[in-house]
Nanobody, 125 residues
Framework: QAQLVESGGGVVEVGGSLRLSCAASGLNFNSVAMAWFRQAPGKEREFVAAVTWNGVTAEYGDAVAGRFTITRYNPKNAVYLQMNNLTLEDTAVYYC??????????????????WGQGTQVTVSS
């Protein structure tokens, strides 16, 4: 059974940094596209970043482009989200997501169908 487990959330001050991790199991990780989404209270879920199965192509939401970086390390079945220069608007629950069997050079943001339980990121002033 596929499972995604996020870690690394916490409380950070405005302008600070955090690194989220997501550990995958029960998947052929070498053929899976991975992504991060987030959801703030009272708001819809928002696309944050995604990376193709081989790590060659990454995409970012407009709100985080230039501040966040998604990477993956296939030997450890892991994906990471480095978040820099955090703002109050980055406060949300961050979810790791996977799209199995995604051996293509581009990302389909609507195709992610396996989700983790989420990790809370709170940016304080």
């Amino acid at each position: 059974q596929a499972q995604l487990v996020e870690s690394g959330g916490g409380v950070v001050e405005v302008g600070g940094s955090l690194r989220l991790s997501c550990a995958a199991s029960g998947l052929n990780f070498n053929s899976v596209a991975m992504a991060w989404f987030r959801q703030a209270p009272g708001k819809e879920r928002e696309f944050v970043a995604a990376v193709t199965w081989n790590g060659v192509t990454a995409e970012y939401g407009d709100a985080v482009a230039g501040r966040f970086t998604i990477t993956r390390y296939n030997p450890k079945n892991a994906v990471y989200l480095q978040m820099n220069n955090l703002t109050l608007e980055d406060t949300a629950v961050y979810y790791c997501a996977a799209e199995p069997t995604a051996l293509r050079p581009f990302i389909r943001r609507t195709a992610f169908n396996i989700w983790g339980q989420g990790t809370q990121v709170t940016v304080s002033s």
